[in-house]
T-cell receptor, first 114, second 112 residues
Framework: DTGVSQNPRHKITKRGQNVTFRCDPI?????LYWYRQTLGQGPEFLTY????????KSRLLSDRFSAERPKGSFSTLEIQRTEQGDSAMYLC????????????FGNGTRLTVT | TQLLEQSPQFLSIQEGENLTVYCNSS?????LQWYRQEPGEGPVLLVT???GGEVKKLKRLTFQFGDARKDSSLHITAAQPGDTGLYLC????????????WGAGTKLIIKP
């Protein structure tokens, strides 16, 4: 069981720079999610893929954020022109298609914008 | 707006004590999941409850889903330092087959 893998684990960047994170889900999982989490809070939904199709994107997500899952396997999350408020843990999770299926999370990418 | 309120937000107790964490909502859920998260790691699923009134046990942890499927509780008996972590509940709604509604979490510290 390889689990969900996220890279990098940590990213420090200067305000205004672009960053890209990668997520490799569990291979048989069709669904892939991106969440953002700040210290002591629950995960905040960002976006969701069913195979390669991005089916939902949070209204809280600005146009600076974009995610792709080109072949229905790994996914990338890009943040353009980073701001200090983007500093958070970015979590990726995958699951089976069945509604309410439990999520399998990666260990996240911690972003610090200076 | 659907909300899932967890209480308490923070709990620090001595090893050996019992505790209960609550997860409440005005919404009805098709199922509810409990996760535990340790610092620097992603949440890990503990249990899923599906049926109203359901009780599930995981060693010293007892999970209960309310009869009306709007609330849930997690009871830990004889807490140990290894139970320390952030406990999160997440509800699956009937209106969406993919999006979970998350609580803000309960940060639990068990002191030896």
């Amino acid at each position: 069981d390889t689990g969900v893998s996220q890279n990098p684990r940590h990213k420090i960047t200067k305000r205004g720079q672009n960053v890209t994170f990668r997520c490799d889900p569990i291979s048989e999982h069709n669904r892939l999610y991106w969440y953002r989490q700040t210290l002591g809070q629950g995960p905040e939904f960002l976006t969701y893929f069913q195979n390669e199709a991005q089916l939902e994107k949070s209204r809280l997500l600005s146009d600076r954020f974009s995610a792709e899952r080109p072949k229905g396997s790994f996914s990338t999350l890009e943040i353009q022109r980073t701001e200090q408020g983007d500093s958070a843990m970015y979590l990726c999770a995958s699951s089976l298609t069945t509604g309410g299926s439990p999520l399998h999370f990666g260990n996240g990418t911690r972003l610090t914008v200076t | 707006t659907q909300l899932l309120e967890q209480s308490p937000q923070f709990l620090s107790i001595q090893e050996g004590e019992n505790l209960t964490v609550y997860c409440n909502s005005s919404s009805v859920f098709s199922s509810l999941q409990w996760y535990r998260q340790e610092p620097g790691e992603g949440p890990v699923l503990l249990v899923t409850v599906v049926t109203g009134g359901e009780v599930k046990k995981l060693k010293r942890l007892t999970f209960q889903f309310g009869d009306a499927r709007k609330d849930s509780s997690l009871h830990i008996t004889a807490a140990q330092p290894g139970d320390t972590g952030l406990y999160l509940c997440a509800g699956a709604t009937f209106g969406s087959n993919y999006q979970l509604i998350w609580g803000a979490g309960t940060k639990l510290i068990i002191k030896p």
